[in-house]
C-alpha cells in the first residue's frame, strides 16, 4: 500500500498544489480544509483513488486530535506531514485587534505544532517519516515587504509584526523538533515561499513585484510543490529552512 501524507490546508493555493502532486506521484492523501467542501472538490480532482478530506480547524487542539484519531483508523499509519495552512491579517501593532493576533499566531504556529504533535504519535508506529511546515507567504506588499518575502520572519516589516513573530516561531520550531525526532528517523524541514501566485498575493501588483525577483517573475504553486516532494522524499535533509522565492533573498 502506498504511503499516507497528509495537507493541512490542502484545498487551496500551495496546499492544493502539494496534494495533487504527491497524488500523482502515487501517495495516498488527505486533505485537511476548514471548508469540507473544499476539501472534497480538491479530492475530486485528485488523481487514483483511496484518497480522503477531513474537516478541521488546525488552531484548536481538540479538533486536531479527534480529526488525527479519525485518519489513523480510517486510513492507518500517517508517514508524511504537509503543514500549508496559513492566514494573514496585517496591521501596525497600535492598531492589530488581539483576536486578530490570537488567529494568526494560532492558525500559523500553534497549529503546525499541533497537527505535527499529532502526526508524530503514528509516524512513531510507522517507524519513521517527514514533516514539512511551509511559513505562509507574504501577501499584499507593503513598503518593505518586496525586499523582505521569505525572510520577513527574520528581517522583520513594517505592519508585519504578527505575521513576522509566527514565520520566526514555526522556523525555531522546526529546527527544534528535528532534534528532538531525528533519532526516531523522523525528518523535519520548513520551506519559506516568496511571492506566490496565489489568492494570498492577488493584490499585487505584478510587474512591480517582479522587479524586486532575480527571476524576474511571480512564482506557481506547482513550482512550490516541487520542493515540498523534494523535502519529504530526500532522506539526509533535516532542520533546513529551503526559501523558495525566485532568488528575492538576493535582491535584498
Sequence with gaps: MSRLCVVCGGSKGIG????????????????LSRNQDAGQATVTSLKGADHLAFSCDVSQEQEVQKT???IQKTCGN???LVNAAGI???SLLLRARPEDMVSVLHTNLLGSMLTSRAALRSMLRAQGGAIVNIGTQPPH??????HQ????GLKGNSGQCVY???KAGLEGFTRSLAKEVASRNVRVNLLAPGFIRTDMTAGLNEEEGARSIPLGRLGEPEEVAQAVLFLLLSPYVTGQVLAVDGGLQLAM
Excluded: M, Q, T
Excluded at 16 to 31: P, Q, T
Excluded at 149 to 152: A, C, D, P, Q
Design 16 to 31: 492544493r498544489a502539494v496534494s495533487r502532486l504527491l497524488a500523482e506521484r502515487g501517495f495516498r492523501v488527505v486533505v
Design 68 to 70: 488525527f484519531e479519525n
Design 88 to 90: 494573514n491579517k496585517d
Design 149 to 152: 518575502g521569505s525572510v520577513v
Design 141 to 146: 506588499p507593503g513598503p518593505d515587504s518586496c
Design 78 to 80: 500517517i508517514s508524511y
Design 164 to 166: 513576522s513573530a509566527s
